[in-house]
């Protein structure tokens, strides 16, 4: 019977504290340790490095030799479930948070969060923009039932730290330097084409955004964003979205009629 | 109706996306781009771009490396289904996938794990070729893996076990010949028993790669399938005796890890093409 | 009492009018650097992810003890975290509270 074999092997890949299964042979009568040990190996260093390559500013920012090693402990805990990789890693983000030896960089789980917001981006589902001049002939009568479809890579990630800034100098994008500023920024990960891009949202913006994601009316999500900021700016935020190519579509409800 | 794996009979050669630019650059001297399959399975984005630009210049095969047909547990359904999806879309001149499991429970474990050789698997792994086959509507290729251990259980050959899955199934067989030297070697047994054993007139694409030296608890050498190197001089020896008897053969160069500049691996594929090269004329003559 | 700011048909009418005008000018409509055609046609290749090998190298990665038990963490960040001095403290990203 293979089975109960399989799952000793399959329980012992992640486990280097398990013996080598029984039921394995080779042509020799030396121990098995190294032949085992090339499955084992192949295992957590596939892994390891796909995680290396799903999150390569969060390694710069730690250096190889610490992000592998916190790579392993995560991926001995949370192995894929899944045979797409692509997907592996959702979930490291919220790993590093809980992660003591990351206390110290209260921000690098967001940043994470924002290079995981990236790959989801990169495979997401194509759409195109709508042409301003489409968005233009919507009736001014018609706008508090409206309801914007956003492109279907566009995602926001919220942080009480500089993400976009520590992203982009980890990155390539912007030289390594001071942050001068150190505040929250809020990320807005899309790829309205086929190059993925990463802006720093304006006050306001992330709930904005977050509302018209979640299917609420621009009406809805403009109250909401200026619940969350005072001084949030409708004009500026929208003309960000049709801007960037991320309004994909619209939706027009009957006016609600009022409640006597 | 089953659509037949038919590959052209020349050297192809492993899709890496960092090599887009140069490969569409020029009108490449291959016959056809393989891809794997899970790389392909997102909604969207330049996986997708890439692959129809490819797919409109190349014969393409999809290769998956996720499905663990050799598992005694059911297929997962859902990834099945993502197959299918992604033949029906590209219309692969070959789809193949590995005698290997990947997948035990939940979880995946991203390599491809041995199977002991019994009556029992073999039933089981034909069971799984049916099952893909019947869902994909097309003949599937099975290629031969690169092992480090045998299972004390095994009663069948695996070259004896590929030829019964393919007698059973109708499935075609995909020779790895790297994987023949890896676990020949690996095994102290010889490369040319295990082809005389192969049903190679089954064979409808061979793979090539390159693997990394190790050594097992004995110091005996513990060659490791890593896709990260050349092809050796003794793998393209046994390659030429292969198709010195099955005539040219659809051919890939697989290099996935410490991948060089485009014109290395292509180098690599230009020589399986004049390997090939030689034996059509030979055929011919 | 009730501070919480409203939204009327009419803010929602100047505003997208005054959007769209805003779109249309070039800093918006253009604010990312120009790639070459080549990129915009078929996208920035990210690596992929599932390959038929690992890969060799750190040949102890699969049976070396994971040696994250309680406390125990002999590894110290040693990337761009010391090198970028920020106004909280010079040598290190962390905002010192």
């Known amino acids: 019977m293979f089975a109960p074999v399989q799952s000793a092997f399959a329980a012992a890949l992640l486990d280097p504290e398990r013996p080598v299964p029984a039921g394995l042979s080779t042509h020799t009568a030396a121990p098995l340790n190294k032949r085992f040990a090339a499955y084992r190996n192949n295992v957590v260093v596939g892994l390891v490095n796909a995680l290396g390559t799903r999150f390569p500013a969060t390694q710069r920012i730690v250096g190889e030799e610490f992000f592998r090693a916190m790579a392993r402990v995560f991926v001995t805990a949370h192995p894929p479930r899944s045979p797409l990789l692509m997907t592996y890693g959702d979930d490291f983000p919220d790993f590093i948070a809980g992660f003591p030896p990351t206390a110290e960089m209260p921000y690098l789980a967001d940043v994470a969060r924002l290079e995981a917001a990236r790959t989801r981006a990169y495979h997401a589902a194509d759409a195109a923009p709508l042409a301003p001049e489409e968005i233009a002939c919507l009736k001014s009568d018609s706008l508090q039932g409206l309801r914007f479809l956003l492109h279907p890579s566009a995602q926001v990630v919220r942080s009480a730290h500089p993400i976009v800034t520590l992203w982009a100098m980890n990155s390539g994008e912007r030289e390594l330097g001071p942050v001068e500023d150190w505040r929250p920024e809020d990320a807005l990960i899309a790829r309205p084409r086929l190059e993925v891009e990463v802006r720093a949202l304006p006050v306001g913006g992330a709930a904005f955004i977050v509302q018209l994601l979640a299917g609420q009316t621009l009406e809805e999500a403009a109250t909401a964003a200026l619940a969350d900021a005072g001084d949030f700016d409708l004009a500026r935020n929208l003309a960000g979205l049709i801007g960037a190519g991320l309004i994909t579509g619209f939706a027009i409800e009957e006016p609600r009629k009022e409640l006597p | ?285 | 009492m009730n501070v919480r700011k409203q939204i009327t048909a009419a803010t929602l009418a100047s505003s997208l009018a005054a959007a769209l005008a805003m779109a249309a000018a070039p800093a918006v409509a253009a604010p990312k650097p120009m790639r070459a055609d080549m990129d915009k046609c078929y996208g920035i290749a990210l690596k992929a992810d599932n390959d038929c090998a690992a890969g060799p190298g750190t040949t102890c990665a699969g049976t070396a003890r994971v040696d994250y038990q309680g406390n125990s963490w002999k590894y110290v960040a040693k990337g761009t975290c010391t090198q970028i001095p920020t106004p909280k403290g010079p040598g290190s990203l962390t905002q010192k509270a």
């Open chain 2, 1 to 285: 109706m089953s659509i037949e794996s038919r590959l052209p009979a020349r050297a192809g050669v492993g899709f890496k996306p960092v090599h887009f630019r140069d490969i569409v650059a020029a009108v490449q001297p291959l016959g056809f781009f393989e891809v794997h399959a899970e790389n392909y399975m997102g909604a969207g984005g330049p996986p997708h771009a890439q692959l129809s630009k490819l797919r409109a210049d190349y014969a393409l095969s999809i290769h998956g490396v996720g499905l663990s047909i050799g598992s005694p547990r059911p297929l997962d359904r859902a990834h099945l289904a993502r197959l299918k999806a992604l033949c029906d879309r590209y219309q692969p001149e070959s789809f193949s996938e590995h005698l290997a499991w990947s997948s035990h429970g939940e979880v995946y474990y991203n390599d491809l794990l041995p199977l002991p050789y019994t009556e029992e698997t073999l039933a089981r792994v034909s069971e799984h070729v049916d099952e893909v086959q019947n869902t994909l509507g097309r003949q599937m290729l099975l290629e031969n893996p690169s092992t480090y251990l045998m299972f004390a259980e095994s009663t069948i050959p695996e070259a004896e076990f590929l030829r019964a899955v393919s007698d059973r199934t109708g499935c075609g067989l995909l020779l790895d010949v790297n994987n023949v030297f890896v676990s020949a070697t690996n095994h102290g047994a010889d490369a040319l028993d295990y082809l005389a054993r192969f049903p190679l007139e089954r064979v409808k694409e061979i793979h090539l790669g390159g693997h990394d030296e190790q050594a097992d608890d004995a110091g005996a050498p513990l060659l490791i399938d890593a896709h990260q190197a050349p092809v050796v001089e003794p793998v393209w020896a046994l390659y030429a005796h292969v198709i010195a008897r099955t005539g040219p053969v659809a051919t890939l160069i697989e290099w996935d890890n410490d991948v060089p500049e485009w014109p290395r691996v292509l180098a690599e594929a230009q020589r399986a093409n004049a390997i090939l090269g030689t034996a059509g004329s030979a055929k011919a003559a």
